[in-house]
């Protein structure tokens, strides 16, 4: 196999980078290649955001803007894109964006290491916010920003410097130049390359294969099933930057136009592997808006930029947010090989602790997730110690129907009680043809403790976790009721919505 070229657009110009491994990091080329060190690594697994830097990609004929964690980003997945670093916000006069200005007018900055990272932050929400005639208020702002920590707790002139950009004279990009060299790289990628087809001698195939149909995707997962399989790459990231993993060949999901779409049916959404988590969350969003708060909270706007919710499925940690929700809203899985398709109930993919049962030869295609039905009352709680941007310890979603007060359906999936994403069988057992009612949620709690046996480890004691799962099917039945006021939900600091 033979290292493909990237290229990709800063700073008006084509950037070109020859005999980068499949494995390299963004944030490593930015750094020890192009001495771009403004861009810091704090944590090197996508968690603190000091490493943020933004992607543009050609939408048609504008520009989608995404911040992302480039400690755990890999630099062969930009090709084709372009990029900004807190390098490239200065005017040619050295005059600061606005970005830039803020933070200086409102002191957000203590020591400084977080700050560039803050800053690209606030960029991403300047291009696709504020460029656009949007206001940018104290909760967007506190809510895109949820994936960049300040060790210093200097959060508040944080907010107000992101509230108060609209201030400065406004920069804008030219977008219509930007999307011509896009178009162009895409010309010339597919001129040169194949656009990430497989080709038929392995030795002169390219390490990084980013098919850009689904045909090519099965074709490469047919000839290289050895190759590291990526989508977003947030937990591939991880194996890096921290398990010290090196990779012969990576095989991309996300330039596969038919897996990036996201399609709305009578009965379903049929969601694409390679749709980012934002545009998933969003989709979900659309048709249950109680999710918006959990859809937030699964991780940082630059981890959910990057990552995918195909990604997040056929990974199949047992703490992975996503596959509890799912499972209770009764989601199915679609796989593919050049053999054909089959389809899942999605707790059905996995066999154990990371494994599944996909073939050598398959891939997460879709996720397919009913429409809310008449009647349905549908929650998920994730259960963590920072209230943002964290991984869980308990995460418990249900959904339920009642027919006169009998419990006529009930779908129960739960996160960090097993060695893979579960469906809580017993307890759905226990209050299918049950008339719904305080002590019945009582029975379903201790239900809910007698059917897991959890384990101890960093996040929680197993019999704190026993203790929530319990106390969180209370939880349910009280909001099931009509109470809001028992959740950080329903809680706002005065001038919150500033």
Same mark, same amino acid.
């Given at each position: 196999?033979?290292?493909q070229?990237?290229r990709?657009?800063?700073?008006?110009?084509?950037?070109?980078?020859?005999?980068?491994?499949p494995?390299?990091?963004?944030?490593?080329?930015l750094?020890?290649?192009?001495?771009c060190?403004g861009t810091?690594?704090?944590?090197?697994?996508g968690d603190?955001?000091a490493?943020t830097?933004?992607?543009?990609?050609?939408q &048609?004929?504008?520009?989608t803007y995404?911040?992302v964690? /480039?400690?755990?980003?890999?630099?062969?997945?930009?090709d084709?894109?372009?990029?900004?670093t807190v390098e &490239?916000?200065a005017?040619?006069?050295?005059?600061?964006h606005?970005?830039?200005?803020a933070?200086?007018?409102?002191?957000?900055?203590?020591?400084?290491f977080? !700050?560039?990272?803050? =800053?690209?932050?606030?960029?991403?929400?300047?291009?696709?916010?504020?460029?656009?005639?949007?206001t940018?208020s104290?909760?967007?702002?506190?809510?895109?920003?949820s994936?960049?920590l300040?060790?210093? !707790?200097?959060?508040?002139p944080?907010?107000?410097?992101?509230?108060s950009?609209a201030?400065?004279p406004?920069?804008?990009?030219?977008?219509?130049?930007?999307?011509a060299?896009?178009?162009q790289l895409?010309?010339?990628?597919?001129a040169t !390359?194949?656009a990430?087809?497989p080709?038929k001698?392995?030795?002169t195939?390219p390490?990084y294969?980013a098919?850009r149909?689904?045909? &090519?995707?099965?074709?490469?997962?047919a000839?290289?099933?050895?190759?590291?399989v990526?989508?977003?790459?947030?937990d591939?990231?991880?194996?890096?930057? %921290?398990m010290h993993e090196?990779?012969?060949?990576?095989?991309?999901?996300?330039r =596969?136009?038919?897996?990036?779409?996201i399609?709305?049916?009578?009965?379903h959404?049929?969601?694409?592997?390679?749709?980012?988590?934002?545009?998933?969350?969003?989709?979900? =969003?659309?048709?249950?808006?109680?999710?918006? !708060?959990?859809?937030?909270?699964?991780a940082?706007?630059?981890v959910? +930029?990057?990552g995918?919710?195909?990604?997040?499925?056929? +990974?199949?940690?047992?703490?992975?947010d /996503?596959?509890p929700l799912?499972?209770a809203?009764g989601?199915?899985?679609?796989l593919? /090989?050049r053999?054909?398709?089959?389809?899942?109930?999605l707790?059905a993919?996995?066999?154990?602790?990371?494994q599944?049962?996909?073939?050598?030869?398959?891939v997460?295609a879709?996720i397919?997730?009913p429409?809310? =039905?008449?009647?349905e009352?549908s929650r998920?709680? %994730?259960?963590? %110690?920072?209230?943002d941007?964290?991984?869980?310890a308990i995460?418990?979603?249900?959904?339920?129907?009642?027919?006169?007060g009998?419990v /006529?359906?009930i779908?129960?999936?739960?996160?960090g009680?097993?060695?893979?994403?579960?469906?809580?069988?017993?307890?759905q057992?226990a209050l299918?043809?049950q008339?719904w009612s305080?002590?019945?949620?009582?029975t379903?709690?201790?239900?809910?403790?007698?059917?897991?046996?959890?384990?101890?480890?960093?996040r929680?004691?197993?019999a704190?976790r026993?203790?929530?799962?319990?106390?969180?099917?209370?939880?349910f039945?009280?909001?099931?009721?009509?109470?809001?006021?028992? +959740?950080?939900?329903?809680?706002?600091?005065?001038?919150?919505?500033?």
């Open positions: 196999m033979n290292t070229p990237i990709f657009i800063r700073r008006g110009a084509v950037v070109a980078l020859d005999a980068v491994p494995d390299r990091t963004l944030l490593e080329v750094r020890e290649d192009l001495a060190t810091k690594e704090g944590c090197g697994e603190c955001g490493c830097v933004v992607l543009g990609e050609r &048609d004929d504008g520009i995404r911040a964690n /480039s400690c755990i980003r890999l630099a062969h997945s930009i084709g894109l372009a990029l900004w &490239d916000l005017g040619p006069d050295g005059g600061l606005p970005a830039q200005q933070m200086v007018q409102c002191n957000g900055s203590q020591c400084g977080c !700050t560039p990272g803050f =800053v690209m932050s606030l960029f991403g929400m300047y291009q696709n916010h504020f460029a656009r005639g949007h940018i104290r909760a967007l702002a506190q809510e895109e920003l994936g960049n300040c060790r210093c !707790t200097g959060y508040r944080i907010l107000e410097a992101a509230c950009m201030m400065y406004q920069v804008a990009l030219d977008e219509g130049a930007l999307v060299q896009l178009r895409e010309q010339t990628e597919a !390359t194949g990430g087809r080709g001698n392995p030795a195939a390490t294969l098919p149909t689904l045909a &090519d995707l099965l074709e490469a997962r000839a290289y099933p050895a190759a590291q990526v989508a977003g790459c947030t591939v990231g991880l194996w890096v930057t %921290k090196q990779f012969a060949a990576v095989l991309d999901v996300t =596969v136009a038919e897996l990036r779409r399609e709305r049916y009578p009965h959404v049929a969601i694409g592997a390679a749709a980012s988590l934002t545009e998933a969350f969003a989709a979900l =969003v659309d048709t249950r808006a109680q999710l918006k !708060t959990f859809a937030n909270r699964f940082g706007l630059p959910r +930029n990057a995918t919710l195909g990604g997040n499925v056929a +990974n199949g940690s047992p703490i992975g /996503s596959m799912l499972i809203l989601a199915n899985v679609v593919m /090989s053999r054909g398709h089959r389809e899942m109930p707790e993919l996995y066999t154990g602790y990371r599944n049962v996909m073939a050598a030869d398959e997460l879709w397919k997730v429409l809310p =039905v008449a009647g009352f998920v709680y %994730k259960i963590s %110690k920072r209230f941007d964290d991984i869980s995460c418990l979603a249900l959904s339920l129907r009642l027919d006169d009998i /006529s359906f779908s129960i999936g739960v996160g009680v097993a060695a893979t994403p579960v469906r809580a069988v017993r307890t057992q299918l043809g008339r305080r002590e019945l949620a009582h379903a709690a201790q239900a809910l403790r007698d059917e897991f046996q959890p384990i101890s480890d960093m929680a004691s197993a704190y026993s203790t929530v799962l319990g106390n969180l099917m209370q939880r039945w009280l909001e099931s009721q009509g109470e809001t006021a028992i +959740n950080l939900e329903s809680f706002a600091l005065q001038g919150d919505a500033a």
